[in-house]
């Protein structure tokens, strides 16, 4: 250790490996070689910097440095670095994937910051069985949200392999939002691809990383799946999903994302098998869906079963459940009432309390005491207080761990206004014989007809209603129900055919529908509807040729004969459908452009993932049947980037037919051309849906039909009022959302999340320090990099690699010429499979972590930051500032630094929070003072400062590793009491199993299957001698990271 001002200017430049850093800039560090040489009077000494970086440094400007130098002796030697130091000492802990509340999947993604889009990763980081539910409002944007969570599990828990899961009319545009969205590009497989991929993954098992897409349709096995002499392969799938569930180290998918999930609502159902094979064996799993949360509702139960089937194993338990969280509820309700209601609150916590459920709960117990204090106090609730326990109740909900949800109402405040207008269309005499003739031949063909094959019909009725031209023009070209059904049936009702109930009955008959009397030109002459929307966009393209309108009809022959009129009359389209794949990308980008075409025609599915909200004017051409299609439809311009206050929405009314009279009615009613009916819309499918089966399956008078559609449009109407009131319930037994926005917001603001300018300062300084033969060059007029490491930078990043088995691919150590590399994902034109992100996650970015790692002692702790009050918002003057690093090690690992300021001046200490925000803002902000300890007056000062600032900070480590082990014990119970009901539940499966195999004389298969349930009890006696052990052995430890000194002045 250096002891005196003599020996660090007393030294021999001619002794190799000497420490010595630059006077002026003690962050500079590097080694003596021991070469010198004479420039005149003065004396040259060669610095080692870096592996390939070599430079004279005049001797006077160097001195020499010990590794052991305490933070304290820096200070008084007055070695201060800069801003810089500090920030690269900051991103080199946020890098490393430690910290509990960082986010790092914030700004990851080429999408708006939505403060409710990351309420989902707090409740999966924070979930005690690592599952959540997403039960957002459409157009919110859950995938977003799951591809957030993939996004930190990546960085925080090395996560490798992701399988989503959704309807096979889903799948395309799943893989084009993670390219478009996230740079992400994940495959599309079917049952065997999926097999051979979770073969390697046991063989290898972390080296394996994989992004797949699987549809639920593909993946489910027959009744008989158990039985080994079952060799198709979805059997075979399933028994080694079955024979493999995840632990904490290792599962076969680290993230599951099953969308559409309420098709797995029903326990018995080969869907539902499917979701309870993913789940236990994945390391975390994302339900998605847009069921409306009931209180009373079963089917949420069902989902809720899926997410924790331990917790949540019966609706009477569910009932029970319930009834001791609501007073949990009404405490929150009490604390944010204006003004508080801090006694209520009270006694709702002691009504909780006494719940078995509660009543030893350490966090309803803190609020207890913090509660009757300010009863007692003559302080009141402070509003830091309020978030504090309004945070502890919602995490003591037995729901809310489970389940988030997100409404329009709620989270976007401003909403764009929904302008509907009606075009009345009236049939000529031709179209009205046409409509009539098809409509009773379809009817006296559906008597007596089920499922699909009634359905198969009801299909051919819908397209007539879209487009007559189209809907002959197509049964002419294809006299069977070959490729009609299952398309028409999503797009148009919302059912996925194969995963519906209608789908078990596949009694499926062709129906004779030729009306060779009609000619296809003299109904296309005649077009009544045609003729209705091109004066519709005449007149609007007469008062502004600059106005775009999105078409939608649920019919591709429907858009396709659009097309083939409109371009002919004059008027530019572009056409979008399903399975266009990147054709789609093409056709939207055009229609963005000022000189691109006027309409764009789409289906339903050809828009999923597509944003329009650049345009306001929506054209129904038809009316899906399912209202939660014309929802889905609307979304795609009420969105949450629409800049226009008002979007119009023009809908065609049918006079005389059986659209009119059921789906105007019905939508009137509900006001859905009006407002978002979110949370029933899945409810108004089913009406809807059943509504249509009775009126083709029954023999109705006119009359007997109009009482019916009148009983079905009373009853949507009484729906939605209970709803509303159902609703309210369920928020307040979720949700707590306005303060969790309120600190997504704090986080962002405050710097609480790896920025691109961080990662790009944290890459340019290892290659200027270490390997400056490395060039990095902006693209011009872009937002990309082109990088070209050096040789040396190339043999190292190659050999971290050939140890480390990356996730994500990367040629910046194979390519001779330069890769094209980006760091923030937001700028338009920078994802694409040629450019690679450089995150947290990438090769390159571990890489250099690594090299920081093991050379951490050359991070100059010390900084003195130069800043004026404006920019620092504190009153000019000297402070002084200590950053710690603090750790507890449990069950689970959380990791934070912590900040605190103190005013030299006046012995002032500055609040946690302001000393966070200050620093924060001055990494990026600030500037360096040269010379730093000439401008202070009286160190000692300084030192007596920092003191106080270390004493405050060891204080509250002190009371922040008591809520640890308190969290810790509560952490502990939870996995004990889940890992013996998980084994507890695969016991009675497996035993159950073994005597089916007895009973049909499967003996063989007995010996396996008796080898999995061994396999269950062992990992049950590890699992808890584990868990008592992270109870017993609670590691904290509290690092001090950097200090330093800001000097406030006034310019």
């Given amino acids: 250790m250096i002891k005196s001002s003599r020996s660090v200017n007393d030294w021999d430049p001619k002794q190799p490996d000497q420490d010595v850093r630059i006077k002026a800039n003690p962050g500079r560090r590097g080694k003596t070689t021991g070469k010198v040489r004479q420039a005149g009077t003065r004396t040259l000494v060669e610095i080692r910097f870096g592996p390939a970086e070599r430079i004279f440094k005049p001797k006077n400007l160097l001195e020499l440095c010990s590794e052991d130098e305490s933070v304290e002796e820096l200070l008084k030697q007055g070695r201060f670095g800069g801003p810089a130091d500090l920030r690269r000492i900051l991103t080199f802990e946020k890098i490393k994937g430690e910290l509990t509340n960082v986010f790092y999947s914030m700004e990851s993604s080429q999408t708006d910051f939505y403060a409710h889009q990351f309420k989902p990763v707090l409740k999966l980081l924070d979930s005690p069985v690592g599952r959540l539910l997403i039960a957002d409002e459409?157009?919110?944007?859950?995938?977003?949200?799951?591809?957030?969570?993939?996004?930190?599990?990546?960085?925080?828990?090395?996560?490798?392999?992701?399988?989503?899961?959704?309807?096979?009319?889903?799948?395309?545009?799943?893989?084009?939002?993670?390219?478009?969205?996230?740079?992400?590009?994940?495959?599309?497989?079917?049952?065997?691809?999926?097999?051979?991929?979770?073969?390697?993954?046991?063989?290898?098992?972390?080296?394996?990383?994989?992004?797949?897409?699987?549809?639920?349709?593909?993946?489910?096995?027959?009744?008989?799946?158990?039985?080994?002499?079952?060799?198709?392969?979805?059997?075979?799938?399933?028994?080694?999903?079955?024979?493999?569930?995840?632990?904490?180290?290792?599962?076969?998918?680290?993230?599951?994302?099953?969308?559409?999930?309420?098709?797995?609502?029903?326990?018995?159902?080969?869907?539902?098998?499917?979701?309870?094979?993913?789940?236990?064996?994945?390391?975390y799993l994302l339900l998605l869906t847009a069921t409306p949360v009931q209180i009373d509702n079963s089917n949420l139960f069902q989902l809720l079963r899926l997410i924790s089937p331990d917790d949540f194993f019966s609706e009477d338990i569910f009932s029970t459940m319930l009834g001791a969280n609501q007073p949990v509820m009404r405490a929150l309700r009490y604390l944010w009432a204006s003004p508080p209601e801090p006694k209520k609150a009270r006694d709702a916590v002691n009504k909780a309390l006494e719940s078995h459920y509660f009543k030893d709960s350490y966090l309803l117990n803190q609020v207890k005491e913090k509660l009757e204090q300010s009863l007692t106090d003559t302080v009141k609730l402070e509003e830091s207080d309020r978030v504090e326990l309004g945070y502890k109740l919602e995490k003591s909900s037995l729901l809310g761990q489970y389940i988030t949800r997100s409404r329009k109402r709620d989270v976007l405040p401003n909403r764009v206004k929904r302008d509907p207008q009606t075009l009345t269309v009236e049939f000529s005499p031709l179209e009205r014989k046409f409509y009539d003739e098809v409509t009773e031949a379809i009817r006296s063909q559906t008597k007596g007809k089920k499922g699909v094959s009634l359905l198969s019909l009801i299909a051919r009725q819908r397209q007539m209603a879209s487009c007559m031209v189209a809907a002959l023009e197509t049964w002419r070209a294809d006299h069977s129900l070959k490729g009609l059904v299952e398309e028409s049936l999503w797009e148009d009702m919302g059912i996925a055919s194969r995963l519906h109930k209608a789908a078990e009955i596949q009694n499926s008959s062709t129906v004779s529908l030729c009306f060779n009397r009609v000619s296809i030109l003299d109904l296309e002459a005649q077009d009544s509807k045609y003729n209705k929307l091109k004066d519709f966009l005449d007149s609007e393209l007469a008062k502004d040729s600059a106005q775009k309108f999105v078409i939608f009809a649920y019919f591709r022959g429907t858009l396709k004969y659009l097309a083939r009129r409109l371009n002919a009359a004059g008027i530019s389209t572009g056409l979008i459908m399903g399975d266009m794949g990147d054709r789609k990308w093409e056709v939207v980008q055009q229609f963005r452009q000022p000189e691109g075409p006027s309409v764009l025609l789409s289906s339903e599915v050809g828009s999923e993932g597509i944003d329009l909200q650049h345009c306001r004017f929506l054209v129904n051409y038809d009316l899906p049947w399912n209202p939660m299609r014309v929802e889905q439809r609307i979304g795609r311009l009420d969105r949450l980037n629409q800049k226009a206050e008002r979007i119009s929405i023009v809908n065609f009314s049918l006079k005389d037919t059986v659209e009119a009279e059921i789906l105007e009615r019905l939508y009137k009613r509900i006001r859905i051309f009006e407002e978002s009916v979110g949370d029933i819309e899945s409810i108004l499918g089913e009406m809807t849906e059943n509504l249509m089966l009775?009126?083709?399956?029954?023999?109705?008078?006119?009359?007997?039909?109009?009482?019916?559609?009148?009983?079905?449009?009373?009853?949507?109407?009484?729906?939605?009022?209970?709803?509303?009131?159902?609703?309210?319930?369920?928020?307040?037994?979720?949700?707590?959302?306005?303060?969790?926005?309120?600190?997504?917001?704090?986080?962002?603001?405050?710097?609480?999340?790896?920025?691109?300018?961080?990662?790009?300062?944290?890459?340019?300084?290892?290659?200027?320090?270490?390997?400056p033969g490395t060039v990095i060059t902006l693209q011009q007029d872009s937002s990309l990099f082109d990088i070209t490491l050096s040789e040396k930078a190339k043999v190292d990043l190659q050999f971290f690699i050939s140890q480390n088995r990356c996730a994500t691919p990367t040629q910046l150590h194979k390519s001779s010429g330069p890769v094209s590399c980006f760091f923030d994902p937001k700028i338009k034109g920078s994802m694409g499979k040629r450019n690679e992100l450089l995150d947290s996650t990438h090769p390159l970015i571990l890489w250099i972590r690594d090299r920081y790692a093991t050379a951490a002692q050359t991070l100059h702790p010390v900084s003195a930051i130069h800043t004026t009050p404006e920019q620092s918002n504190l009153e000019a003057g000297l402070y002084a500032y200590a950053v710690y690093l603090w750790t507890f090690t449990g069950l689970r690992t959380e990791s934070q630094i912590a900040y605190k300021l103190i005013n030299v001046g006046n012995n002032q200490l500055l609040d946690a929070q302001v000393s966070e925000s200050v620093l924060s803002t001055l990494v990026r902000v600030g500037q360096i003072k040269p010379n730093a300890s000439s401008f202070i007056q009286d160190i000692n000062s300084v030192i007596e400062a920092q003191a106080r600032c270390r004493e405050d900070l060891e204080d509250s480590f002190g009371k922040a590793l008591e809520d640890f082990y308190e969290e810790n014990d509560s952490r502990c119970d939870i996995q004990e009491k889940s890992a013996r009901a998980f084994a507890e539940r695969k016991q009675h499966e497996l035993a159950a199993r073994i005597e089916r195999f007895k009973q049909s004389g499967k003996t063989r298969i007995i010996p396996a299957t008796q080898g999995q349930l061994n396999k269950v009890n062992r990992e049950l006696e590890v699992k808890l001698i584990s868990i008592q052990q992270k109870r017993d052995d609670v590691v904290s430890d509290q690092r001090e990271l950097a200090a330093g000194v800001i000097l406030v002045e006034t310019t």
Wanted: proline share 2%; net charge negative.
């Fill in 694 to 771: 009775e009126l083709f399956e029954e023999t109705l008078t006119p009359e007997e039909e109009r009482l019916r559609i009148e009983q079905t449009a009373t009853a949507l109407e009484n729906k939605r009022l209970l709803q509303d009131n159902l609703e309210k319930e369920a928020v307040n037994m979720l949700a707590f959302s306005d303060h969790i926005l309120e600190a997504i917001e704090e986080s962002k603001a405050k710097g609480r999340w790896l920025q691109p300018d961080e990662v790009y300062a944290f890459v340019q300084d290892c290659f200027s320090r270490y390997y």
């Fill in 138 to 283: 459409v157009g919110l944007g859950k995938t977003i949200e799951a591809m957030y969570i993939w996004k930190e599990l990546q960085t925080r828990a090395d996560a490798r392999r992701i399988l989503i899961v959704c309807p096979a009319m889903l799948r395309q545009k799943w893989k084009d939002d993670l390219a478009q969205r996230f740079n992400i590009f994940a495959e599309i497989v079917d049952a065997k691809d999926l097999l051979g991929r979770t073969k390697l993954c046991l063989e290898s098992q972390q080296n394996q990383s994989f992004a797949c897409i699987a549809s639920l349709e593909g993946l489910r096995p027959s009744g008989n799946w158990e039985d080994i002499n079952t060799k198709n392969t979805r059997a075979e799938l399933a028994r080694l999903l079955d024979a493999n569930p995840a632990n904490d180290e290792f599962g076969l998918f680290d993230l599951a994302v099953i969308d559409e999930a309420h098709y797995l609502r029903n326990a018995a159902t080969a869907s539902n098998l499917v979701g309870r094979l993913i789940r236990d064996a994945s390391r």
